[in-house]
């Protein structure tokens, strides 16, 4: 029983680059969920979407993050450029609904240089 | 691997009453990081408390405390003073000093005026 794939598990680049987050969500959910955890924010809601339309995106933190979901296996967070505050674990998660528990990824640990 | 049980899916409580919202754990570290947030329906992840596992007191803030059991890898959140605001979703987190963090399944907590 896969859960919630994300990849890269990691990821190291240098400031100014695009950096794309990929994440599966567990088949046959329809709400996923992408956040941001660093130590001094704790973890924040960035979108989430439902049944592939985002309905929520307050939490992006700027117009250099972006996200899709083209269809209700794969979802994409883009950073373009990246900047070392972006520098946290990414994660991902889907739940059935909204108003079921979330399944979470392992996270994308991210570090711009 | 660290594991995090959350045993009650969903709890009530009468509003002004005492509730207290069991997490486990698992991990072969000494070292780490315990949390519990608190997802209101605007599905925003909000940090409630936080526990350094080296410090033996527990964690307080305001009407929210810990029992942090640390040879029993315990950690339960105390909700004092119920209030209908505090009806959410709420995941207990293990976070290590590689920043890997796991959530629990979460317990729903409803609270009856």
């Known amino acids: 029983d896969a859960g919630v794939i994300q990849s890269p598990r990691h990821e190291v680049t240098e400031m100014g680059q695009e950096v794309t987050l990929r994440c599966k969500p567990i088949s046959g959910h329809n709400s996923l969920f992408w956040y941001r955890q660093t130590m001094m924010r704790g973890l924040e809601l960035l979108i989430y979407f439902n049944n592939n339309v985002p309905i929520d995106d307050s939490g992006m933190p700027e117009d250099r993050f972006s996200a899709k979901m083209p269809n209700a296996s794969f979802s994409t967070l883009k950073i373009q450029p990246s900047e070392p505050r972006d520098s946290a674990v990414y994660f991902c998660a889907s739940s059935p609904d909204r108003e079921q528990p979330q399944h979470f990824g392992d996270g994308t640990r991210l570090s711009i240089l | 691997a660290q594991t995090v049980t959350q045993s009650q899916p969903e709890m009530s409580v009468q509003e002004a009453e005492t509730v207290t919202l069991s997490c486990t754990y698992d991990t072969s570290e000494s070292d780490y990081y315990l949390f519990w947030y608190k997802q209101p329906p605007s599905r925003q992840m909000i940090l409630v408390i936080r526990?350094?596992?080296?410090?033996?007191q527990n964690a307080t803030e305001n009407r929210f405390s810990v029992n942090f059991q640390k040879a029993a890898k315990s950690f339960s959140l105390k909700i004092s003073d119920s209030q209908l605001g505090d009806a959410a979703m709420y995941f207990c987190?293990?976070?290590?000093?590689?920043?890997?963090?796991?959530f629990g399944k979460g317990t729903r907590l409803h609270i009856l005026p």
């Open positions: 526990q350094e596992a080296y410090k033996q």
């Open positions: 987190a293990f976070m290590n000093r590689d920043d890997k963090i796991i």
